[in-house]
């Protein structure tokens, strides 16, 4: 014991300059967790929190196999060129409007888009009227109760 002391005696001043370290990363490391944030999307002066889908893979997973989506979220999918980008529902367990955009206009609107009710039903197609460089999916109804339609202005934070 006494030489645990001595130890602690020896070497307090490394000792309190380790502790200092430590906790000036710990509280580093909150600052930048904590300081990330979310893709916001604003639609007529609705805000929705997304999930910001850009690699293929995420693009083709989407809300497949989720059991529902919290109010006031969706999932954003960011394009590299604008197209008529197909959309299906499979493996969707809930429906969703499906909102798709130009720029930052939206120029088709598909509501209430059906989860299949088995696994060998036929999946509708979904397809924008003009050519998109992303698509907005929030939860069925959205689109009506914000009122959001061809024309209407998007609002992309954090991106």
């Known amino acids: 014991m006494d030489r645990i002391l001595l130890f602690v005696k020896e070497n307090i001043r490394l000792l309190l300059g380790g502790v200092v370290v430590i906790f000036a990363i710990v509280i580093v490391m909150t600052l930048i ?12 002066d609705q805000k929705f929190n997304v999930t910001v889908a850009k690699t293929d893979k995420e693009q083709q997973v989407g809300l497949s196999n ?3 989506l919290s109010k006031n979220q969706g999932m954003l999918f960011i394009f590299k060129d604008p197209d008529y980008y197909s959309f299906w529902m499979k493996d ?7 909102i798709y955009i130009s720029g930052d206009k939206v120029v088709t ?7 299949p009710s088995s696994s060998n039903e036929n999946l509708a197609i979904y397809q924008p009227e003009e050519k998109s460089d992303k698509v907005l999916e929030v939860n069925a109804g959205a689109a009506n109760k914000y009122k959001v339609k061809k024309g209407t202005t998007i609002k992309i934070e954090n991106l």
């Open 66 to 68: 989720r059991k529902q």
């Open 109 to 115: 609107v598909i509501e209430n888009a059906k989860p």
């Open 92 to 98: 969707m367990k809930f429906p969703i409007d499906i």
């Open 33 to 44: 967790l904590n300081g990330k944030k979310s893709t916001r999307v604003t639609v007529n």
